[in-house]
């Protein structure tokens, strides 16, 4: 595998159910990221990882659970999603420095088309 | 506040017709400018990063330039798969990542 893999590539859930998303990333970056991709919309990042600790989260609603267990893999776990949590959830990395600017390319993965009926 | 805007939303082309997609910001401090390309139901595929103002890249048919507030994406001959979905992306001085809704391109045979 190269790049940045996301499964499941589709999923459909009911409003009840609780499903996890899952990145990896095989580039060697240390910081990961959630965005949500919605038709007609610019991407809305959500949260972001560096070296594993959470150092962003855009007010996102506690239906959405991040875990990042190591600088390769991250997760979205969800659980009790609304009709118009509907959209394409994209997983992106990226090699953040330690200090200074930040002025790191993010590579993004194929995405995950979620549908909550 | 920081804002990213790109026009046109929508453009069609001809084969061998070629454009200019529009990117225009406003930001505290530009710590960086990219652009993605997006094809239906995937991923943005990074294309370019430009960091100051003169600054031009090339792949291909595709050519990124940069002013102090806006950038083009130029389009030479283009062909039936350089239609996609292109992105803009800018990082201010605070490190986020702001993208523009982006420009549907068609190219048409």
């Known amino acids: 595998e190269t790049g940045v893999t996301q499964t499941p590539r589709h999923l459909v859930m009911g409003m009840t159910n609780k499903k996890s998303l899952k990145c990896e990333q095989h580039?060697?970056?240390?910081?990961m990221y959630w965005y949500k991709q919605s038709a007609k919309k610019p991407l809305e990042l959500m949260f972001v990882?560096?070296?594993?600790?959470?150092?962003e989260n855009n007010s996102v609603p506690s239906r959405f659970s991040p875990e990042c267990p190591n600088s390769s893999h991250l997760f979205l776990h969800l659980h009790t999603l609304q009709p118009e949590d509907s959209a394409l959830y994209l997983c992106?990395?990226?090699?953040?420095?330690?200090?200074?600017?930040?002025?790191?390319?993010?590579?993004f993965g194929p995405g995950t088309r979620l549908t909550v009926l | 506040e920081d804002q990213v805007t790109q026009s046109p939303e929508a453009l069609r082309l001809q084969e061998g017709e070629s454009s200019s997609l529009n990117c225009s910001y406003t930001?505290?401090?530009?710590?960086?400018l990219f652009w993605y390309r997006q094809d239906p139901g995937k991923g943005p595929e990074f294309l370019f990063t430009?960091?100051?103002a003169g600054e031009e890249k090339e792949k291909e048919r595709l050519k990124a330039t940069l002013t102090k507030k806006e950038s083009f994406l130029h389009i030479t001959a283009p062909k039936p798969e350089d239609s996609a979905t292109y992105l803009c992306?800018?990082?201010?001085?605070?490190?986020?990542?702001?993208f523009g809704q982006g420009t549907t391109l068609q190219v048409k045979p």
């Open positions: 992106a990395s990226s090699q953040a420095p330690s200090s200074g600017w930040r002025t790191d390319t993010q590579y």
């Open positions: 580039l060697g970056h240390n910081a």
């Open positions: 990882y560096n070296f594993k600790e959470q150092t």
């Open positions: 930001v505290s401090g530009l710590r960086g």
């Open positions: 430009l960091y100051s």
């Open positions: 992306a800018v990082r201010s001085n605070t490190g986020k990542l702001i």
